[in-house]
């Protein structure tokens, strides 16, 4: 079945420096999505990519999607300490009926 | 607006004891409804998917089971459980464009 990797599985930084966590599936996908899961609370929706090669921002964060539609990547540029938390991406694949499978996250810390 | 409630907020619960575990949306109409499973440190395991009411459909072969009663209700359960369902439990719903919005979470510890 289809699978979604995430890389780095941690990433420590100092706070101002930039950090990017890479997204790949095991097949290819119709649309990507991004959610940001801060310590002990809930995943919230970031954003979703559809077209391919599509690049997205939002404030300090990039967000892109690969042309082949099997990889995506979220870019913070100089990071802040409200950044800390996990970052998962979902990938629903592009067969009719598949649901999202999502990542197992990056989690961000940030080092003040 | 709409809303997701998830209740209880935390959960312990001894080995073999039944579990229920209830989500309602409010501030829309025929959702997509999803249970996720987030064991500790780890990322979101989708347990069961519902399309509409009495549809379900499950993601993962285990000792839980899902129900639909109503259009903005979706119930966890279980029999009995074990000691590997411990874990964050997350009620999501979609809209149309597939933005899937998470509900507070229950946090179970099974002993």
């Known amino acids: 079945g289809q699978q979604v990797m995430q890389i780095p599985q941690y990433q420590h930084v100092q706070e101002g420096e930039d950090f990017t966590t890479y997204c790949n599936s095991s097949?290819?996908?119709?649309?990507i999505q991004w959610y940001k899961q801060r310590p002990g609370g809930h995943p919230v929706f970031l954003i979703q990519l559809v077209k391919s090669g599509e690049v997205k921002k939002q404030k300090r964060l990039t967000f892109q999607f690969g042309e082949a539609k099997k990889n995506s990547s979220l870019h913070i540029t100089a990071t802040q300490t409200t950044d800390v938390g996990t970052y998962f991406c979902?990938?629903?694949?592009?067969?009719?009926?598949?649901?999202?499978?999502f990542g197992p996250g990056t989690r961000l810390s940030v080092l003040p | 607006s709409q809303t997701i409630h998830q209740w209880p907020a935390t959960l312990v619960q001894p080995v073999g004891s039944p579990l229920s575990l209830e989500c309602t949306v409010e501030g829309t109409s025929n959702p997509n409804l999803y249970w996720y499973r987030q064991a500790a440190g780890r990322g979101l395991q989708l347990l069961f998917y519902?399309?509409?009411?009495?549809?379900i459909s499950s993601e993962v072969p285990q000792n839980l089971s899902a129900s639909r009663p109503q259009d903005r209700q979706f119930i966890l359960s279980s029999k009995k459980l074990l000691l590997s369902d411990s874990g964050f439990y997350l009620c999501?719903?979609?809209?149309?464009?597939?933005?899937?919005?998470f509900g507070p979470g229950t946090r179970l510890t099974v002993t």
């Open positions: 999501a719903w979609s809209d149309e464009w597939g933005e899937q919005y």
């Open positions: 979902a990938g629903e694949g592009d067969n009719y009926g598949q649901n999202f499978v």
């Open positions: 097949t290819t996908l119709s649309n």
């Open positions: 519902s399309v509409g009411i009495g549809q």
